[in-house]
């Protein structure tokens, strides 16, 4: 079932549109495409201005994940963001980059970034770091513009800094809102306190930021050989912050946000995405909505502000050896080892990691993409269907190794064999994501339909070298009814990979109409491929628009 996220200009009727529409009340009346299918940007067309700064209690937030079942609970929901071609538009949570179109290396390692880091000169302590373990603070450079600096832990050189910068990119490239990271050197004597800025101790009382309180800081950082200490130096965020976002429900006072979180596809990805780079942190601390003006209007802009828990490492050190492989409590598994005395090995127990110490405990040998699990299972996490997780797999798949070394060199790391084990990870378990969801449903893409009826489509899975290609394709196609959601056959063709299937001669002819493309693969070593792949076309004055997918899961 095609569910499109669209809403129209009039203001409350629009809204409540939209709301049937994202939960499928409207799927029956009216037609089923419109003339600006299939759409490339989200609507979001309300002002927002009147959003206010909340806070999320982190440890509900936690305890409400991992112990309960946030959110709306009904299995198989199919997410309610994605466009009638069954992509995910633009939007304040996502901008399409790998695999939408082309992007240069130079462009990659940029990322987020508008220019070079902090300007030249001291730097000002305006607030104490309150948040987070990482050890750091907000200064403000010698051109006024506020940053949040964060340091690598003591003993631990090169390890949070370069996991931040390296993963900043990755996730800037997959689409994600980011801020702008640089990586900087720091020495204790271009620092200086600002007159207002103020420290909360662990008395509770806040009052102002001394001396001492920037010594505790340098004494828990890692200190260079030349007294230099290395850093990521966060540029503010244009706009005004108004607190984070849960992985479930929505924001009340926000108009525009009224797809469930737990049904946002791209929310839904980062269980892909965050076993690729092992983001085991996934929470609302993590995250950070701001709101900016767009056309005169408020908009709620939102941000995965923080995904440098990311490969082998934390923020103060290297990460324990269950983490990426456990929740932190599932009651099962504390029951089996109460009855065997903690006599059970878990495949973590016996993972031969690569000792590189920047890099910490990351390794692609033994990763299982389908068995990976985040510290706290998110809303997001928990709804992931396989359509999703295809989606997910197509944009990590399509990092190729050229771009993963040239991310990973963003992390500037001194060890050259840290970067090679990096970039050598992080390619591995791009294969085994491939290979795992890429496979698991019928993974045809990229559908077109010439004037004279030739239709082309790409398998994903072949592309990305995780199988084999089908033995054959089979087709049927229909005239479709777009009132009345009705289809009259008009004939079957069959195609290998290696050439078109030609429709047949009955296609109708006159601008406006619609054939819809049903293909099934014939593959004995999957046969999940044989669920049956629907593809819309309408016919235009220039020949055939592809404006429907339906993507059939078994």
Not at 222 to 230: C, I, L, P
Request: hydrophobic share 40%.
């Amino acid at each position: 079932m095609i569910i499109p996220a669209r809403r129209r200009s009039a203001t409350l009727i629009a809204s409540a549109l939209a709301c049937m529409l994202v939960s499928g009340l409207l799927t029956a009346a009216g037609p089923r495409f419109h003339r600006d299918d299939p759409l490339a940007v989200e609507p979001e067309t309300q002002d927002a201005s009147r959003v206010q700064e909340w806070s999320i209690d982190l440890f509900v937030d936690l305890t409400t994940n991992l112990f309960g079942k946030p959110g709306d609970d009904t299995p198989g929901v199919h997410a309610m963001n994605v466009n009638t071609i069954d992509e995910v538009p633009d939007s304040s949570w996502f901008t399409n980059r790998v695999l939408a179109r082309s992007l240069t290396l130079d462009e990659i390692a940029r990322g987020p970034s508008a220019g070079t880091g902090p300007a030249t000169g001291p730097l000002t302590v305006v607030a104490a770091k309150e948040a987070g373990f990482a050890p750091g603070f907000t200064v403000t450079d010698n051109a006024g513009e506020r940053w949040f600096v964060s340091f690598d832990a003591k003993g631990y050189p090169e390890a949070a800094t370069g996991a931040i910068m390296v993963a900043n990119r990755l996730f800037w490239t997959l689409g994600y809102w980011q801020v702008d990271n640089a990586l900087m050197q720091i020495r204790p004597e271009q620092v200086r306190i600002g007159e207002a800025a103020t420290f909360v101790p662990m008395s509770g009382t806040r009052r102002k930021l001394r001396a001492s309180d920037l010594d505790a800081v340098w004494r828990r950082a890692n200190r260079s050989a030349d007294g230099s200490y290395r850093a990521v130096a966060g540029r503010a965020l244009p706009g005004r912050p108004v607190g984070g976002f849960r992985y479930y429900g929505t924001r009340p006072d926000d108009p525009n946000d009224i797809v469930p979180h737990e049904h946002r596809r791209e929310l839904r990805a980062l269980r892909v995405f965050g076993a690729w780079t092992n983001l085991v942190d996934m929470k609302a601390g993590n995250t950070l909505d701001v709101l900016v003006t767009d056309n005169g209007r408020g908009l709620v802009r939102h941000y995965l502000q923080d995904v440098g828990s990311t490969f082998g490492t934390g923020a103060n050190g290297p990460r324990e050896y269950d983490e990426g492989w456990e929740h932190l409590v599932e009651t099962d598994l504390i029951w089996k080892r109460l009855i065997t005395m903690g006599f059970i090995i878990k495949p973590w127990q016996t993972v031969p990691y690569e000792d590189v110490e920047a890099i910490g405990r990351f390794e692609g040998d033994v990763f299982d993409p389908v068995s990976w699990k985040p510290r706290v299972p998110t809303a997001s996490y928990r709804h992931a269907q396989p359509d999703d997780l295809f989606w997910a797999a197509r944009r990590v798949a399509a990092f190729s190794d050229d771009m993963i070394r040239a991310v990973v060199k963003i992390g500037r790391y001194s060890d050259a064999e840290a970067e090679r084990h990096l970039a050598e990870v992080l390619s591995k378990r791009r294969d085994k994501i491939a290979a795992a969801y890429l496979t698991a449903v019928n993974p045809l893409v990229n559908f077109a339909l010439t004037p004279g009826g030739l239709l082309s489509f790409d398998n994903a899975a072949v592309t990305a070298r995780a199988a084999q290609d089908a033995a054959s394709y089979r087709i049927g196609w229909a005239q479709f009814d777009n009132t009345a959601g009705s289809t009259t056959p008009l004939g079957e063709t069959t195609a290998t990979r290696s050439q078109g299937a030609q429709a047949p001669t009955s296609l109708p002819a006159a601008a406006g109409s619609f054939v819809r493309v049903s293909i099934t693969a014939v593959s004995p070593a999957h046969a999940s491929w044989a669920a049956p792949i629907h593809a819309y076309f309408r016919r235009d004055a220039n020949g055939w628009t592809f404006v429907g997918l339906e993507r059939t899961v078994s």
